[in-house]
């Protein structure tokens, strides 16, 4: 089915009736690209505070066994159920309540998205986002300690969150349309990154009034821009009579280029997609399956890596919850480089099978480096972070976003762009699944045998992502050559052809 015309946002509607003028194309493209940035990162604002509280609720001993000094007011006694002997594999637990929830619903959130106003979905998820993640911080003022209340708050929580970046990228898609994007989504993918730095330190922030409170003002925050979302964001340019196949324009009327023109009529003529049609299509379940493996490293990164660097002596010593916190977010720099690295190494090759291998196998002996020698200066733990971000952001940066986007418009489905919000569902979806396997495993594995044995989980994860690519690097590596050898045979006829000018001259 076609998607119908929507009805202009509220606020901008508001606007051009009071003000008898419409924006140009290129002014509504840069606010579609704007307003997504900030939708998505505070999407994962929310997702950090329980990899900040971690430390928190597990307290610093197993105080259940009744083994703590009475009269110590300095000892953080933690937060009932997850301050006893399972407390790590309990939040192991509440990470993959969320995560598979998360998993479960891009694989149809997707294709709802294909077939509603995008601009409503997005607000209701991130209003539903906003309000389950203030629920679950309640849990401290109404002093709950019930596994099934965060269990329960972490499922809908999640299902409300995967609304998030299918909706995102098909908005994206239809606003910058296909061709060399690479650079362009690696820099607007850095608001995972920027959105993790910036739930770790409001979250970090927080602690000092109470674990709570990580939760509710990072949900109050993106409650908020989803009415904001609702108000403004246009999601595609018919929407408000700029062109497409509802409202034909002038061109005097607007201020774009002629393949903006182009991919603008391609994308908004075309039909929706089937959910096995998507599947289908070449490299979408190489790349699903790279991302399974590639989100397993970095959401247990995500989840983890403050409650690692707090239990980990640094230059001898062992930093508090909040500085812990604070350090961790400097693994996110070194994702926004990554991701910004890749998508420019893919826009320059064409190769981006070849450059996802390349950041994940490098990954390997990063992470090995950063397990064995992190400790030994807070210098040497920096570097080595910032780098393990930078290599595991990369691929997963140009796999979500470019490559999902260029999948989803690929000449197979003869110029349909309506399915996009479809792969990009399934192709995230999977590396979902992986997010939520990694949390899970690692709060059982670091639970019986320490984090060695977390980190052995990484590497094989990092090579099996690479390794899923190898078919695609060879056929890309196939093309460069051809491609190459056509360029020598076009130089070399250029030569000839100048050279007989010269003689007949």
């Known amino acids: 089915m076609k998607r119908a015309r929507q009805s202009p946002p509220p606020l901008i509607e508001g606007i051009q009736s009071c003000t008898g003028r419409r924006g140009t194309y290129n002014q509504f493209k840069l606010l579609a690209l704007v307003v997504t940035f900030w939708c998505y990162c505070l999407f994962h604002a929310t997702r950090k505070p329980p990899s900040v509280v971690k430390s928190v609720l597990k307290g610093d001993r197993n105080f259940s066994s009744g083994d703590a000094a009475d009269n110590d007011t300095t000892l953080n006694y933690g937060w009932a159920p997850f301050n006893g002997p399972n407390g790590q594999l309990l939040l192991g637990q509440v990470d993959l309540a969320f995560l598979a929830a998360y998993a479960a619903g891009m694989f149809t959130v997707g294709h709802m998205g294909d077939r509603t106003d ?58 910058y349309g296909k061709g060399k994007r690479g650079l362009v989504m690696g820099i607007w993918n850095a608001h995972t990154s920027l959105g993790n730095i910036l739930g770790t330190v409001v979250a970090a922030a927080c602690l000092r009034y109470g674990w709570g409170y990580a939760f509710i003002l990072p949900g109050m925050l993106i409650s908020l821009l989803g009415l904001v979302v609702f108000a403004v964001l246009v999601v595609q340019p018919s929407d408000i009579g700029l062109g497409g196949s509802y409202e034909p324009v002038k061109s005097a009327d607007l201020v774009y280029d002629a393949d903006d023109e182009k991919d603008r009529a391609e994308a908004e003529s075309s039909e929706s997609v089937g959910f096995m049609q998507a599947w289908a299509i070449p490299g979408v379940s190489s790349f699903a399956f790279c991302l399974f493996f590639s989100k397993l490293i970095a959401y247990t990164f995500l989840y983890w890596l403050p409650y690692y660097i707090k239990s980990t002596p640094i230059e001898g010593r062992l930093l508090s919850a909040k500085q812990a916190g604070d350090l961790s977010t400097l693994f996110d720099v070194g994702g926004v480089a990554g991701g910004i690295m890749a998508g420019h190494l893919s826009d320059k090759s064409g190769a981006s099978a070849l450059v996802s291998t390349s950041f994940t196998l490098a990954s390997v002996p990063i992470l090995y480096m950063y397990r064995y020698y992190g400790n030994v200066s807070f210098v040497v733990n920096v570097v080595l972070m910032m780098a393990c971000g930078f290599c595991v952001n990369g691929p997963y940066a140009l796999i979500t976003t470019a490559v999902s986007a260029d999948l989803g418009t690929h000449e197979s489905l003869a110029g349909n762009a309506k399915a996009l919000a479809t792969v990009t569902a399934i192709i995230d979806g999977m590396g979902s699944i992986g997010a939520a396997i990694g949390p899970m495993l690692t709060g059982y594995i670091s639970e019986r045998g320490g984090f060695d044995g977390v980190f052995i989980m990484l590497y094989i994860a990092a090579l099996s992502a690479g390794l899923l690519l190898v078919r695609l690097c060879i056929k890309e590596l196939q093309t460069m050559k051809a491609d190459r050898k056509l360029g020598m045979r076009v130089s070399s006829g250029v030569q000839l052809a100048s050279k007989a000018a010269q003689a007949v001259v």
Request: charged share 5%.
């Open 118 to 175: 995008l601009r409503v979905f997005l607000a209701v998820g991130m209003l539903g986002s906003g309000i389950f993640c203030c629920l679950f911080g309640m849990a401290y003022l109404w002093d709950i300690h019930s596994m099934w209340y965060f269990i329960t708050m972490m499922v809908i929580a999640g299902v409300f969150q995967s609304t998030g970046w299918p909706s995102v990228v098909a908005i994206m898609g239809n606003w």
